[in-house]
Structure formats: structure tokens, C-alpha cells
């Protein structure tokens, strides 16, 4: 019997020794950087280094590409490499204990990360690794229909007004897939316009990213931000530029698929993204050898964490799903965004209230989380050929990243840290802040004016001031500068009347209602709301 046991034991331990796992082999140097340093456009396209050139961002090792002889070197000791990061300069492959040491060993090899980091401690279940959603139901004169309210919550409708639309922008979509994007008349007008700039499918390593056997989490986010329906829809940004990247395999969840939204944000720098929205996250997987704590959740611990900060740190503005894990045993957020530089974004009602599932901050480190939150409980979005409604962070969270597209058009180079800053300092709670909404719901409008007074572009909103707010008949502009035009916006955002050049200006003859008031004088414009009793 002890003999029988004693074989057994044996076995076990034979199995688990030869069990392979996830592991990240880092190379020591970049032998052939200096060819990158003379020639940065064989790497990074014009748009990304311009956008580096904009924010002062200088070129280092972590955009030179891999040494091509170490890949071949890993693959020669018998790994497939499928999967490889330059920003983090190594390759993703499987191995056995015994293999991982053979690959320490190696002299072009610094260290080698295990994606196992607890050795299999249970952990809570909760969603997937993206929101889960249901699909319940069915040039700056926008008419937003279905979408009017999603818009005015967030005060987006003065940047439109204004004209920033996310014109020049590029948009990266980092999701599951992009079926019926290529066919949908709801997407149409980004076709027409040339604004879909490229994509690609990192999970199938294609450029199949419009299959039908996709999930279409990725179409909705996208439909989020960029459909277009004549009186019905009109997204947060719908002049932007977009990168529609598949890094999500919808049928499993694995620790690779980290690595793919790496590639994937690479990928986005390398092609001059200046945003990267994605309303993925981890903590747990099928194989729960890979489970994460909470602890974990620190900004740092997890590889997706750490290489969207980077991209962070490459001038890209990134913004990630808080999560669903609030009526979960998880409840927190998960990563990647936990890092302290991502923008995290929460989701609320129609009222303004956390939506239910919204993940808890904040970090594992007290870093306060979500940064700040819109509108996810029933989120209007176009979809294939028609207008829907679904619910999770991951549609607050392109309805946010439009807004964000539009803010930085009208910030020029202002800096995007201080841009995230005054997102926060302008939301709703601030400077007090709420486990699941942060800092509040977001305030585009008045992000925007703090923008254009703190840059000195358009700063001319102290000295324009309209009186009296609410009005009956008339309605003064106060200011010394000379006016060149006064339009007044609907609240669907559609001009509804041109008024001469003038201080007083006559409204006896409006409904009654909120209006917009757009002031162009000789130092620059600003947007004013006006009540009309």
C-alpha cells in the first residue's frame, strides 16, 4: 500500500513539474537601437512621433524594436513565439520549471516574469473579462435624438457647439472584435469619411476584424463613440479618426490575452493614436493558477497595467472600464484599471446615481478610482443597421473617451496629465470623491473652459458675461471686447438663431428653455448657457 501511495506521489510530482505556464522572457539590451534612433519612422509613423514632438516626449529604448536574434535564439531552444512586446523587449511563451531556468540561463536574457502569481489561492468569480451587456432594445448642428441625454450629462454639447467634434484625433478601440462595422449603415459615415485608419485581430495574429463570428462587444464600445443615425443618434466624437484592435478572445479567459491588448496599445502608438479607450479587464481566468487579489490591483503588479502606463507615457490618453464587480463577491476594480495614470471611468444612471454593478475604488494602494464616471445603466449606442441601449462601465466608458477626444482638439498641447486633472477637478463631487464614481460625473464643458482660460486660447470667459440668467425678453452680453458674432444653440445642438453683433440681444420671441449662447469677439469665443423663461 505505502509502495502504491509512494508511485502515486511520484506521479503528482512528475505532472506538476512538467506543467507548463504563461511567462514573459525579458532580453537584456536592444543591440540594434542606434539604427532605430537614426531612423525612428522605420518604427513609429509621422503622427506618433508628432505627437511626441507636441508634448515635449523624447524617443528612448522602449521604441526601438526587439533584437530579432533573440526571438530566433528562444525559438531555436524549442518555444513557439507568437506573442512579443518592444515597449517591455521580450517574448510571451509557455514553459515548464525546468524550461524557465533553462531561459534564465540564456546570456541575452535579464529575467523571466511568472504570469502565476499566487499558485492557484481561490478567488471570487465575478464577470467576464469584459463588462457584460444586454442588448435591450432595438457639421456641429447635431441633432442627438436617442443620445441627447447621455450627452448633456456629461456637458459635451458646448465642445460640439464649439467645434470640436474629435476632428484629428486618432482613436484607439481596444475590445473583442468589430463585426458588422464594415457592413452597418450606422457606422457609415466614419466609412465614407475615411476615419476607420487601420486594425488588426492579435488574437488570430489577421486582419480579420470584421468576422461575423466575432463578439461585437468592440462594435457597440465603437458604436459608442462614432455612429451616426439622421435624427436619431450621434456619438461623443463623431469626427474622430479610429484603430479598431482585437486583443479578446470572447470564448475563453486567458493571461495571454494581457499580452495581446500590449501589442495591441503598441500597435496604437506606433500608428499615431492619440487615445486608447478599452473596456476590458482581468483578475480572474479559466486556469485559476493566474487568479489576481485584490492586493494586486496596485497599478503595477499586472503586465496589462504596466504597458498602459507606458503607453501613458508615450502621450497616449488612456481610458479603461472601473468594472462590473460591484454585486460581485470581487467588488473592486479590476485591471488594467488599477494604474495610477489610466483614466478610470464608472458608470451612473440616468439620474445620476452609481449604477449598481459600477466597480468599487479605489487601487489596492488608496489611489482614488474611477477618475470619474458617465453614463453606463442603459448607454444609447448605434449598432450594425439601428439604434440600441445597453448597460456596463464598458459603454460609460467610449461615451467618456469621445468627450475626452474632443477636450484634447480644443486643448491643443496642453499636457495630458493636466488634462486628466481637470477632468477630475471638474466633475461633479469634487473635491470630495465616492467608491464608485470617484471623483464624479464627468463635466466636459467646464473642463473645457477651465482648458482654454489656464492655455490662454479663447480666454475670454472672464470677460464675457451674459445677464440676466434666467432672461424673459432680452438678454445683455457684458463685455469690453468687440463682438463679431452671437449664435444661439437648441438643446439638441442645432443653431436656432443668428443675432446681429450687438450687447442686447432680443429673445421675446423664444420658447421657453435652455439654450446655448456662442460669443465669437475679437479675443476669442465662449459658450454661454442661457435659461429663457
Known sequence: MKKIFTLVVVAVFTFVSAQTQLVFVYFKDKPNRAAFYANPLSELNQKSLDRRTKYGIALNDQDAPIEPTYIQNVRNLGFTVTDYSKWMNGVAVNATTAQIALLESQPYVQSVEKFIKHGGK?????????????????????????????????????????GFTGAGITIAVIDTGFPRVNTGSVYQRIRDNGQIKGGYNFVNKS????????????????????????????????????????????????????????EAAEEADRNGADLITTSLGYYNFDDTRYNMLYSDMNGTTSFIARTAQIAVEKGIFVLAAAGNEAQNAWHYLITPADNQKVFTVGAVTSTGASSSFSSYGPNALGVIKPDGSARGTSTVMGYNNSVTTSSGT???????????????????????????????????????????????????????????????ENAVKSSVKIYPNPATDIFTIDTADKIISVELFNTLGQKVQTFKAEKVNPIEKLSSGVYFVKIQTDKGEVIEKLVKK
Open 207 to 262: 486582419t480579420d476584424i470584421y468576422n461575423t463570428t466575432l463578439n461585437n462587444h468592440g462594435s457597440y464600445c465603437l458604436g459608442t463613440i462614432a455612429a451616426y443615425v439622421t435624427n436619431q443618434y450621434v456619438g461623443s466624437a463623431p469626427d474622430a479618426d479610429f484603430l479598431l484592435y482585437a486583443s479578446e478572445d470572447a470564448a475563453v479567459e486567458i493571461p495571454e490575452e494581457m499580452i495581446y491588448w500590449a
Open 394 to 456: 464598458s459603454f460609460a466608458t467610449p461615451l467618456a473617451a469621445g468627450g475626452v477626444a474632443c477636450l484634447i482638439q480644443a486643448a491643443g498641447n496642453k499636457p495630458l496629465s493636466e488634462v486628466a486633472n481637470i477632468l477630475r477637478q471638474t466633475a461633479s463631487l469634487y473635491p470630495s470623491n465616492n467608491p464608485q464614481l470617484g471623483w464624479g460625473i464627468l463635466n466636459f464643458g467646464q473642463a473645457y473652459n477651465n482648458i482654454t482660460l489656464a492655455t490662454g
Open 122 to 162: 481561490p478567488e471570487p468569480t465575478g464577470t467576464n473579462k469584459f463588462d457584460e451587456f444586454n442588448k435591450s432594445i432595438g457639421k456641429t448642428n447635431f441633432n442627438y435624438g436617442q443620445g441627447l441625454a447621455q450627452i448633456n450629462q456629461i456637458n459635451l454639447r458646448p465642445l460640439h457647439i464649439a
